[in-house]
């Protein structure tokens, strides 16, 4: 088994080489994803297990960033995976659904919030060419030193260790499609809290200058998640 990840100095990564010795991490100064001929020159390793987590993730970067890093690199890493017959596993996000109500399950419509879940999508399209794939749908944090927070937007955004984890379960089983993790559902406010005591409660509608309005429930609904897991420990 020669498990191949990108991202290694990013939210995921992080914790993930922790947790995950042996598998070889990449960070964008080792391999640009948006290069083709970095990415080509990987299949010299012959990776059986691709865990792509590399993208750019700012709400508010250069749409140019997006499609470079989001969908060409993806696209890339997916032809990597066809070229080595390799399983590939991408880290995608909840707000490619509408983010309005809630509780979505991984065959619900999709509706991307902003442009960033829009690039997204577009990598998860690129996955999908892929026989053996997984997308993986989540929101995750580690450091939330914020000022305020929204008492009136939900998530089951899980801390970044706890994800990584799941990940790594996720990228050595057979599961196969798409599959939603995450949490108990809380308030922004409520998750912050817990980090910082002093953050104030706001509504969404005082979140301004934003290029969207704030999603009222960016929630999913994890039972297939759940199910793996279960019976994964039940063996």
Partial sequence: MNILVTGA?????????????????????????????????LGADAPTHI??????????ADPQKFLWSNIVGTAHMAALALLN???????????VYPCEFGRYNERDSL?????????????EAAV???PNHLIIRGCWYDKLAWETAAWDAYS????????????????L????????????????YDIV?????????????ELLNLPYEFPASACVDTTRANFFRATRHAD
């Fill in 85 to 95: 017959n390799a399983r590939l596993v991408f880290t995608s996000t909840v707000y």
């Fill in 51 to 60: 865990v792509h987590l590399a993208a750019a993730t700012d709400y508010n």
């Fill in 128 to 130: 999908r060419q892929v």
């Fill in 111 to 123: 509706q991307p919030v902003g442009k960033y879940a829009w690039s997204k999508l577009g990598g």
């Fill in 193 to 205: 809290k817990e980090q910082n005591p002093t953050v104030r409660a706001i509504s969404r509608d």
């Fill in 173 to 188: 089983s057979e599961e196969q499609g798409v599959i939603n993790i995450g949490g108990p559902v809380r308030s922004l």
């Fill in 156 to 171: 089951t955004r899980l801390p970044a260790r706890l994800a990584a984890q799941w990940i790594k379960e996720l990228a």
């Fill in 9 to 41: 100095e990013g939210r995921l990564g992080r914790p993930l080489q922790d947790i995950w010795p042996q598998a070889r991490f990449l960070s964008r100064s080792q391999c640009d994803v948006s290069d083709w001929a970095q990415v080509a020159a």
